[in-house]
């Protein structure tokens, strides 16, 4: 009976001192920095620039210097470059020693930030009469690929006890949802989009040095590596990929889909494209302030 009794006691007291110890010493981290996409999330464009375009509109190949969206595209990786990213974090301790924290983190990640639009011509095709002929159109694509991140996981600041210097690793679970828009205009201002959104779940890891230069102040850098896509992958197999069509899947559990995107605005029909299974992951190089509000404590006699 005694031991039934001194278990729930030691739990109620472990979890007050935690708690005690949590919120005694906050940390709240705003932080700033690039991103450089890996494994499949990276492509080398997502335009393609070719002089020969075989179309089936009138069965032949023509020629000319014409922009067309790279048919690997959401097909063999995300056509992504580097961008910027901006994040908040809260850290708690939990212990007195301020060794150990529970991390949250709220992220956005925005890729090709420094990538111009794609200009050239496009075939349009003219039918006049039973002739069908073709003439140069000017078009630009514009793309862009983003994350907003969830993150909640752990981190181990082996000498933060010391207020000066300290590194640090941290391990978190991170729930990410995913945007992307492919922009195409013709002409003066005639524009079409396709957008493509999807929630997935991964796990990041970081590491870095904290520096603290007053009692409420100090700045970090740090770096980061995220396995953007390990759970809920999936393929859209009967939705089309297509202009002007809002939320597509992203395709990255591999099979196939049908799209229009890589073809010349005479060509109305689909493709069949086979799609693989993609991995979406990107590293991370920030650069943030810290800040270590000051909390009163109450004693009791």
């Known amino acids: 009976m005694k031991i039934k009794l001194l278990l729930p006691l030691i739990l109620v007291l472990f979890i007050s ?56 595209l959401f097909a063999n990786n995300y056509g992504a470059k580097t961008g910027i990213y901006i994040h908040g974090v809260g850290k708690i301790n939990v212990d007195k020693y301020e060794i150990f924290r529970l991390i949250g983190e709220l992220s956005y990640s925005s890729f090709n930030t420094f990538e111009s639009a794609k200009s050239g011509f496009t075939p349009l095709f003219v039918r006049s009469g039973n002739n069908v002929t073709w003439q140069p159109y000017p078009i630009s694509y514009d793309y862009s690929f983003g994350n907003f991140g969830i993150g909640l996981g752990v981190e181990l600041a082996p000498t933060s006890f010391t207020k000066l210097m300290s590194p640090f690793f941290d391990a978190m679970v991170s729930m990410n949802f995913f ?105 991370t190089f920030y650069i943030g302030v810290n800040f270590y509000p000051i909390v009163n404590k109450t004693t009791k006699k």
């Open 179 to 283: 945007n992307a828009k492919l922009t195409r205009t013709t002409g003066v201002n005639d524009t079409t989009s396709a957008t493509f959104d999807a929630f997935r779940i991964g796990v990041k890891f970081g590491t870095g040095l904290e520096f603290k230069v007053s009692n409420q102040w100090g700045f970090v850098l740090g770096a980061k590596y995220d396995l953007g896509n390990l759970l809920l992958k999936s393929n859209d197999q009967v939705g089309l990929v297509e202009w002007g069509r809002s939320g597509a899947s992203i395709n990255d559990e591999g099979g196939t889909f049908l799209s229009n995107l890589p073809y010349a605005l005479g060509d109305f029909g689909y493709g069949q494209f086979n799609s693989k299974t993609k991995a979406i992951d990107w590293a």
């Open 17 to 72: 001192s935690l708690s005690f110890a949590q919120f005694d010493k906050p940390v709240f981290q705003f932080g700033f920095g690039i991103v450089q996409p890996q494994a499949d999330l990276k492509g080398d464009q997502f335009v393609n620039y070719t002089n020969n375009y075989y179309t089936p509109v009138i069965g032949s190949t023509i020629s000319g210097n014409f922009a067309l969206v790279d048919s690997n």
